[in-house]
């Protein structure tokens, strides 16, 4: 692990993401939960976030080492499943079993704190919800993203009262068995559904 690899992938992502680093308020860190990667790994964000700002401790760090344990290879795409529920359900996940920071993070002085408990994920007004994952290997194997929440689905409003649905099977009785299940679903519908609105199945 080395502090400038760390720094110029991360601050290469907030470039490429055309973001503010200071518009970042959650960073699912690699967390090698070791002395010597850990520090490295919050120096190197540091650095990445002090090119913006210099604003402390708004930004929440945390890991899912801290619930399953190292996966190896499978690390990084965790965080970034992770990252992406808690952005959809507008939550900062706990750091689990965290009591008290290593000392040499410096956390007092970076952009960052460990967010020990869930909670509902706030940002300032009309700045989405936007995360960094991070994933880092030997040899250079670097990697950062940034990940912002969805915006929100509007309906698409009232519609006619009629609505064409078309149906399409190999022989009769697979259209038969189309039909069927096309009905069912519709008498399952809630009586005000709007059929044209996809965004309500």
Not at 28 to 34: F, V, Y
Not at 62 to 70: A, D
Not at 120 to 136: D, H, I, N, Q, Y
């Given at each position: 692990?080395?502090?400038?690899?760390?720094?110029?992938?991360?601050?290469?992502?907030?470039?490429?993401?055309?973001?503010?680093?200071?518009?970042?308020t959650?960073?699912?860190?690699?967390?090698?939960?070791?002395?010597?990667?850990?520090?490295?790994?919050?120096?190197?964000?540091?650095?990445a976030?002090?090119?913006?700002?210099?604003?402390?401790?708004?930004?929440?760090?945390?890991?899912?080492?801290s619930?399953?344990?190292?996966?190896?290879?499978?690390?990084?795409?965790?965080?970034?499943?992770k990252?992406?529920?808690?952005?959809?359900?507008?939550?900062?996940?706990?750091?689990?079993?965290?009591?008290?920071?290593?000392?040499?993070?410096?956390?007092?002085?970076?952009?960052?704190?460990?967010?020990?408990?869930?909670?509902?994920?706030?940002?300032?007004?009309?700045?989405?919800?936007?995360?960094?994952?991070?994933s880092?290997g030997?040899?250079?194997?670097?990697?950062?993203?940034?990940?912002?929440?969805?915006?929100?689905?509007?309906?698409?409003?009232?519609?006619?009262?009629?609505?064409?649905?078309?149906?399409?099977?190999?022989?009769?009785?697979?259209?038969?068995?189309?039909?069927?299940?096309l009905?069912?679903?519709?008498k399952?519908?809630?009586?005000?559904?709007?059929?044209?609105?996809?965004?309500?199945?």
């Amino acid at each position: 692990p080395g502090v400038e690899g760390q720094s110029e992938v991360i601050a290469m992502a907030h470039a490429l993401a055309g973001v503010n680093p200071e518009t970042i308020t959650y960073v699912e860190a690699h967390g090698t939960a070791t002395p010597l990667g850990d520090p490295i790994e919050v120096a190197g964000l540091t650095k990445a976030f002090r090119a913006a700002t210099d604003a402390k401790q708004f930004c929440a760090l945390g890991s899912v080492k801290s619930n399953i344990g190292h996966l190896d290879a499978a690390a990084g795409v965790t965080g970034l499943i992770k990252t992406a529920l808690a952005l959809h359900h507008k939550t900062l996940p706990a750091s689990l079993h965290f009591k008290t920071p290593n000392p040499k993070l410096e956390l007092e002085s970076s952009p960052f704190y460990v967010n020990a408990e869930r909670r509902e994920w706030k940002t300032k007004a009309l700045v989405p919800r936007r995360a960094g994952v991070s994933s880092f290997g030997t040899g250079g194997t670097n990697a950062h993203v940034v990940l912002e929440e969805a915006p929100e689905l509007r309906g698409s409003g009232s519609s006619r009262p009629w609505q064409l649905l078309m149906l399409s099977a190999k022989t009769p009785d697979a259209l038969d068995r189309a039909t069927a299940g096309l009905s069912q679903y519709l008498k399952n519908l809630e009586t005000n559904a709007n059929g044209a609105d996809s965004s309500r199945e």
